[in-house]
């Protein structure tokens, strides 16, 4: 256990910082990167900043629906693919990215350490690790509960799921301390 907080503090929270670091530098990236995009992809040497799932204009509910996109009346144009790849899904490729992700299911060991689940308004904290071959990887997640409106949400590290050990889907990076999280009490 105490290998794993050393990790954390040593190589993952430092990571986070970066992947902080990579999503603000997206406004800019994706400004020069957007003219050269092709067949809905921005070019490989900017794919930290594309979106793998739905490359530059987005999903279906993004392109069609207001409450989703702000510039929808440029749906599938400059102006909202720039907000969908800089401002709603910064550095989404870094989900493709051995350095700040995994197959969850891929790990050779899974555990936590306090509450199994936390989500909003299921309050706690765990500290987590999912180690694949000789690497671990890390997170923190706390929800807390402060006043009537806001929970005090913070998380930083792997986006690891204790109760889904064989999740396919790639587990990202994050960096999140937010202390307006809408409340939702149970």
Known sequence: MIKFIVWFALIDLPLALLRVLVV???PLVVTVALPFARNNRLPQLFAWWDNPDYGIKGNEAYLTKEAYNLLIRWSGKWPSNWYWLAIRNPANGLTQSRLFSLVQRDADELNHWGKAHIDNGIYGWQFLWAVKGWRPHTGF??????CPWFDFEF???FKILPREPD???????????NPFKRAARR
């Open 24 to 26: 603000l530098t997206g």
């Open 141 to 146: 997640y706390a929800m807390v509960p402060y």
């Open 155 to 157: 998380r930083i590290g």
């Open 167 to 177: 999740r396919a889907r790639r587990v990202g990076m994050t960096f999140i301390i």
